[in-house]
């Protein structure tokens, strides 16, 4: 009996092709260490200072300041060590937030000014 290596070469080739589009599905948080400027940019971490309309969030690698004034006098009331998922952007060495969302799903939307 003669073995033909092609057919395992093939599905061999085909998973390895499929295994990027998988992992690429699964969008992950960016390091605060390695925030691109001026891009819209998700982080998540732990509230671990509050500071008027600005707090600090920590994701364990790195920590930056984030601004977060609440859209129609809609209270954010975060709390310190509480885990959050930000969508902004980072400019000047601070994140402004355009969302933030919380353990819980709920959503807050920011005010973009």
């Known amino acids: 009996m003669k073995f033909n290596p092609m057919p395992s070469i093939v599905l061999t080739a ?3 092709l ?7 599905a699964q ?9 691109p400027n001026a891009r819209v940019t998700t982080i ?3 509230v671990t200072k509050l500071l008027d309309d ?3 969030l920590n994701d364990g690698k790195g ?3 984030v601004e977060a004034e609440p859209s129609l006098g809609q209270p954010i009331n ?8 930000v969508v902004g952007n980072y400019d000047d060495n601070e ?8 353990a819980n799903g709920e959503t807050v939307q920011i005010l973009d000014d």
Not at 18 to 24: D, H, K, N, R, S
Not at 78 to 85: A, D, F, M, N, R
Not at 95 to 102: K, P
């Open 95 to 102: 994140f402004n937030a355009l969302s933030i969302t919380r």
């Open 18 to 24: 499929l295994i990027p589009l998988e992992v690429g």
């Open 63 to 65: 920590q930056i300041i």
């Open 54 to 56: 600005k707090f600090i």
């Open 78 to 85: 975060l709390s310190i060590g509480e885990k959050v998922t």
């Open 44 to 46: 998540s971490g732990q």
């Open 14 to 16: 085909l998973a390895a």
């Open 27 to 35: 969008k992950a948080s960016t390091q605060i260490s390695n925030l």
